[in-house]
């Protein structure tokens, strides 16, 4: 079965840590993205990746770090930088080609104690 | 600056009746808008989407209208149907080297009431 899978679904860390979300998708896709959604704000993009070893700042990308080392990999890292890590967090992919649409994970709830 | 707006944070429709969600855009270059629709701790799921060269889609209960001059679009539901409550996203993109990059506007919460 094709898909996405971000894993945990909830994670908790303490303030001050940093942590990584994982998001791996079998789609064959080139492009990954995330996302973060917070109360009232809609989803706001972090990070995008448009093929293997590249990647571009979204409109939120202070306080994290991606890599995309894999085709089917792409980890988020919400460091202690970050002002304000609790929040649901979306993972998606894309293929290339015009009029695509984007492909979403199941999210993850991180909250920071 | 948003460049995609959902003004409307929700909305409240009779069942069997019709749902209307808007969504405004700023960006010109934009040339695709799509429809997400999500519930609560899950991912959004892919509704319906439109190009800029056309002006309406439809895809069974659901239709979407692109208004390029006024840089608006929207999403019609009909009949409306209590599993459409739902928070709804439009998104906006462009082509970018071979891929889009999707703004998402802050979505509109439908509640159909049987």
């Known amino acids: 079965d094709g898909g996405i899978t971000q894993s945990p679904k909830y994670l908790f860390r303490k303030e001050g840590q940093n942590v990584t979300l994982s998001c791996e998708q079998n789609?064959?896709?080139?492009?990954m993205y995330w996302y973060r959604q917070d109360p009232g704000q809609g989803l706001r993009l972090i990070y995008y990746s448009q093929i293997v070893n590249d990647f571009q700042k979204g409109d939120i990308a202070e306080g994290y770090s991606v890599s995309r080392e894999k085709k089917e990999s792409f980890p988020l890292t919400v460091t202690s930088a970050q002002k304000n890590p609790t929040a649901f967090y979306l993972c998606?992919?894309?293929?290339?080609?015009?009029?695509?649409?984007?492909?979403f994970g199941q999210g993850t709830r991180l909250t920071v104690v | 600056d948003q460049q995609v707006k959902q003004n409307s944070p929700s909305l409240s429709v009779q069942e069997g009746r019709i749902s209307i969600l808007n969504c405004d855009y700023t960006?010109?270059?934009?040339?695709?808008f799509l429809w997400y629709k999500k519930y609560p701790a899950e991912g959004p799921t892919f509704l319906i989407s439109?190009?800029?060269?056309?002006d309406k889609n439809e895809d069974g209960r659901f239709t979407v209208f692109l208004n390029k001059s006024a840089k608006h679009l929207s999403l019609h539901i009909v009949p409306s149907q209590p599993g459409d409550s739902a928070v709804y996203f439009c998104?906006?993109?462009?082509?970018?080297?071979?891929?889009?990059?999707?703004?998402f506007g802050t979505g509109t919460r439908l509640k159909v009431l049987a």
């Open positions: 789609l064959n896709h080139d492009a």
């Open positions: 960006n010109s270059m934009f040339d695709y």
């Open positions: 998606a992919s894309s293929p290339r080609g015009t009029y695509t649409e984007a492909f």
């Open positions: 439109i190009s800029s060269i056309k």
């Open positions: 998104a906006a993109s462009a082509l970018t080297s071979g891929t889009y990059k999707y703004i």
